[in-house]
């Protein structure tokens, strides 16, 4: 019997008289006896010590950001994750609940997730923010969903350049089967503002990242005065660190704003479990996916905190429902509210300051050595692309026999991009750091 | 549990902060002006890390939690999280490892990963896993995107209608809409079974696959599950499983075995990584050979020109990425972790001993709770809140009622065509003690129901909050903090006790 099994042999005898079967297979009668009870070939169970030796070593086998400098970025970013999160995600009382369907024994998990959303509203100038998605990818497909059901017969979405290339994956496979016609402009030369000048009347949203994919920030408030005049919604996603001193997506009007949270006191975690930000002006709350909580009172007039306006979601309205989403990353974005939570107005901004002014440090010393080029054509927060004298895989590899992590091979997806490389610098990349990745790229 | 907690916002002050950050070491560079945001970030907090560790610990003691409380919420699988699990996905060399330093750098990740694919895959009979999916509605999708790419390589485009059984959850119809299909419902018959004439009268040319839930989600095994895939299979089209209820038949039968094409696992409910308040969750999938080349990818193998290393892989005529990078991999490593732990008895136990305890719990109320279809169940069971003599109480009443007792509500008012559901799925983790005490507080709810059914209606009588005012919070959303709506909804509150 497991350690997690409490039933006796006794117990179970008393309980099967109970129900009236006279052992546990009959239990399965209804299961055809051809197919019942098949061997399961698994390897032995194991011990508690045993599993946490063998994963142990097997977590031994990555390389991981406690042991080396890293600076790739690209999507996934290495920021501080202060030990006060841990403590409170770690509590039993979150983390072995579920969705809070019953508000009166979930009011822990009701008022953090509404204070999630109000951080996040806080963050971005936004209205609205839901209870999240699952990952800044899956939050942008659901963007482009709701722009075509605010903007009913528009059914064209324009993706800007500059979109990290596994947004663009995820958007066309989960939009595959609907009538939504992503458009982009491929040309390598391609700008912002050819993107903008697609927007026409056929046109429900253009999709912006800024910072994008290869760091460059784009001033978007004249985007969004273009994008409106043709009747089209616009979608930033953004880096929710940037925030910390650059302008925001209500500030520059956008409709709707998605985000990987990820930086957000969550940690790497080889990809995931992340975090969907989601937010949106308040006019489009009825079209919005996934859960959000808000404030009411209780027959008391004490106040609470309630899942609410469910006739969106899937349990309801089924198949004319625009998300399929039930479960989404709650327990992420309860490490967010944490984190925007302690660090706050004046943590966020120095967090901030030393991505910015430590990235241009470093885009500054890499531009002085021989054979390297770095682009500054444009404003960038905590990554930029540096051109290399060699293929980037080489460098990496001869970064790694100095306990460093390169950038993102950008010629690996790109084949316009050969020996270009994708650096991110953040607060965890001190300046001893900084001095050896320069040093070591230097002796190359 | 804790009385008021204010919201967070109500503790700033300005200058004070709740990290310790490095300062700045290297020569400020020139910000551009134009582009930086001018709000000084004002609507965000400002506290210590102490105020904000009480706060969200006092939050946390307003909940119910399965550490605490028997939470038999159906449909859900509220196992008991192994402490373990917490252990071993925090290993730094999990925690830290960035998705994107490449195979050479991730083989510890990659190995758990394929060894994962290879035990979900035996569990169930499958050939392939995909582990990407986020969860179980994305593994919904992931399925029937997989369905149409394989209808459509055969030149079966045409095929543009997805069957869903009347008793299924939400998400599967919401699934085959966005998928692009038009959704077809079939009926269930008085054994709780599909209804195979409508089944017959609902297949056409136009079926491109059936959803199916098995145990289905009245919590009973589809006991015809062979000749409904037949029928589907006979009709040109594909049968989809909706795992949730996995749970139920660990080692008892392969859903690869009975003809399913494709199935979603929820490691958050049967291989039970915890459920987070409402997730992460995890909805890996598995399929036949004749649909692995259309999985979404990045999947993992062992390389062939060296077997002890592992890589990465897109499958040839993938529908493409579910999601960034490999899928929410913190939750890959528990759900390794469980299947390592408990083998294949282990398993099979698991299963044995939630359908003992969910029967035992019909078995003892079925004559106060009528069952929805009144057979022998498999890891829950659907009672309805109809007690007899008590004609003003609902099941609503019943589960709050049930929270005055010290127990979290099961599912209610779900599978819809069961009137007044009470879905309730009280786990293998679940004590003889525990499962008595929950049937004596509902035989106990249901006197009081036929006696003093205020004690119903009022219910819950000593939670933080009472019973909420939904439709207020409907009808003039307040959906995030705002200091005036709050002054409002207080004075209102003030006025009504004098
Ligand atoms: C029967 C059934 N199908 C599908 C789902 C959806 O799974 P998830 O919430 O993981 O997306 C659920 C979950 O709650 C379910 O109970």
Redesign the pocket.
């Known amino acids: 019997m497991s350690h997690y099994i409490a039933l006796t042999a006794d117990e179970r005898e008393q309980m099967l008289a109970t129900i009236g079967v006279a052992d546990v297979a009959g239990l399965f009668a209804s299961v055809p006896a051809e197919v019942r009870f098949p061997p399961l070939r698994l390897p032995e169970p194991m011990s508690e010590i045993a599993l946490r030796r063998a994963l142990g070593q097997r977590a031994g086998r990555n390389a991981s950001a406690d042991r080396l400098s890293v600076f790739l970025g690209a999507g996934a970013y290495h920021h501080f994750v202060p030990s006060a999160i841990d403590q409170i995600v770690r509590r039993g009382e979150f983390y072995t609940a579920y969705t809070p369907y019953q508000p009166e024994v979930s009011q822990g998990t009701l008022q953090a997730i509404f204070e999630y959303q109000s951080l996040i509203c806080a963050l971005t100038g936004m209205d609205v923010a839901n209870a999240s998605h699952y990952d800044g990818g899956t939050a942008l497909a659901e963007a482009a969903v709701m722009a075509v059901a605010v903007a009913r017969r528009r059914q064209r979405v324009i993706v800007a350049p500059g979109i990290n290339p596994q947004y663009r994956a995820v958007m066309q496979t989960l939009l595959q089967g609907t009538s939504i016609e992503l458009v982009s402009d491929d040309r390598p030369s391609a700008s912002l503002d050819d993107a903008v000048a697609l927007v026409d009347d056929r046109t429900a949203a253009l999709i912006v990242q800024s910072p994008d994919f290869y760091g460059r920030m784009h001033d978007l408030r004249s985007v969004a005065t273009r994008v409106h005049a043709a009747g089209a919604l616009l979608v930033q996603h953004f880096d929710p660190i940037a925030l910390g001193l650059f302008q925001t997506p209500g500030e520059i009007g956008a409709d709707i704003a998605t985000a990987e949270g990820q930086p957000l006191g969550v940690g790497l975690n080889f990809g995931g479990p992340y975090l969907g930000v989601f937010c949106c002006n308040r006019k489009y709350v009825h079209k919005i996916a996934g859960r959000l909580v808000g404030l009411t009172n209780d027959v008391d007039g004490r106040e609470g905190y309630v899942l609410t306006l469910r006739a969106r979601e899937q349990d309801i309205r089924r198949e004319r429902a625009t998300s399929?989403?039930?479960?989404n990353q709650g327990l992420m974005a309860l490490a967010a509210a944490v984190y925007l939570s302690l660090l706050g107005r004046n943590g966020l901004r120095r967090v901030a300051e030393l991505c910015y002014h430590r990235a241009h440090y470093a885009a500054a010393q890499i531009a002085g050595l021989p054979g390297y080029t770095v682009d500054q054509s444009a404003p960038f927060f905590k990554e930029f692309v540096v051109g290399c004298p060699r293929p980037v895989a080489d460098i990496n590899a001869a970064l790694l026999e100095r306990g460093i992590v390169g950038g993102y091979d950008l010629g690996a997806d790109d084949p316009r991009r050969e020996r270009q490389m994708l650096l991110c610098v953040t607060e965890m990349n001190d300046r001893a750091e900084i001095d050896a990745l320069v040093a070591t790229l230097g002796a190359l | 549990m804790s009385t008021y907690e204010p919201p967070i916002f109500e503790y700033s002050a300005p200058g004070k902060i709740g990290v310790n950050l490095p300062t700045l070491d290297v020569p400020p560079a020139e910000l551009p002006v134009g582009l930086l945001r001018d709000d000084g970030l004002a609507a965000l907090p400002e506290l210590t890390e102490p105020e904000v560790i009480r706060h969200f610990t006092r939050l946390s003691q307003r909940n119910m939690c399965i550490d605490t409380t028997f939470y038999p919420l159906g449909?859900?699988t509220m196992k008991w999280n192994p402490k373990l699990h917490e252990e071993v996905a925090r290993l730094p060399g999990f925690a830290n490892a960035h998705p994107l330093q490449g195979d050479a750098l991730s083989q510890g990740a990659l190995a758990l990963m394929d060894d994962l694919q290879g035990l979900l895959a035996e569990i169930s009979g499958f050939d392939a896993v995909s582990l990407q999916p986020a969860?179980?509605?994305?593994?919904?999708l992931t399925g029937i995107l997989v369905f149409r790419a394989y209808h459509r390589q055969r030149g079966e485009a045409h095929r543009s209608e997805i069957l869903v059984p009347d008793s299924?959850?939400g998400?599967?119809p919401a699934t085959a809409a966005i998928a692009g299909y038009t959704v077809v419902e079939v009926k269930s018959d008085a054994d709780g079974n599909v209804d195979l004439d409508d089944l017959r009268a609902r297949l056409s040319p136009r079926t491109a696959g059936l959803m199916l839930?098995n145990p289905n989600?009245l919590g009973l095994f589809e006991q015809h599950v062979r000749d409904v895939a037949r029928l589907v299979h006979d009709a040109g089209g594909l049968v989809y499983g909706?795992g949730?209820?996995f749970n139920a038949i660990l080692g008892i039968v392969k859903p690869g075995e009975v003809g399913f094409d494709f199935m979603h696992y929820?490691l958050?409910?049967t291989f039970t990584t915890p459920h987070g308040g409402g997730?992460p969750?995890s909805?890996a999938v598995g399929c036949s050979a004749a649909l692995a080349p259309f999985l979404p990818g990045p999947r993992v193998r062992r390389r062939a020109d060296d077997p002890t290393r592992f890589e990465s892989f897109v499958p040839e005529q993938s529908i493409g990425r579910m999601k960034t990078f490999h899928g929410n991999f913190g939750m890959l490593v528990r759900a390794w972790t469980y299947i390592r732990t408990l083998g294949a008895a282990g398993l099979r136990e698991v299963s044995e001993t939630a359908v003992l305890n969910a029967n035992y719990v019909q078995a003892r109320l079925r004559h106060v709770y009528p069952p929805a279809v009144d057979r022998l169940c498999m890891h829950e069971t659907v009672l309805r809140g109809q007690i007899a003599g008590a004609p003003g109480v609902r099941t609503l009443d019943i589960a709050k009622r049930l929270i005055d007792y010290g127990f979290h509500p099961p599912t209610v008012y779900f599978p819809l065509i069961v009137p007044e559901a009470l879905m309730i799925e009280p786990t293998e983790t679940e004590s003889r003690r525990t499962l008595d005490a929950f049937i004596d507080a509902m035989l106990a709810i249901a006197e009081e129901a036929r006696h003093d059914p205020s004690l119903l209606h009022e219910a819950p009588h000593a939670t933080p909050v009472r019973r909420l005012d939904e439709v207020r919070a409907a009808r003039q959303p307040v959906l995030c903090y705002d200091a005036a709506a709050l002054a409002r909804l207080r004075e209102a509150a003030l006025a009504e006790t004098h």
């Open positions: 399929n989403i039930c479960t | 449909s859900c969860a179980g509605a994305q593994g919904e299924a959850h998400t599967n839930t989600t909706d949730a209820n929820n958050h409910k997730g969750g909805g």
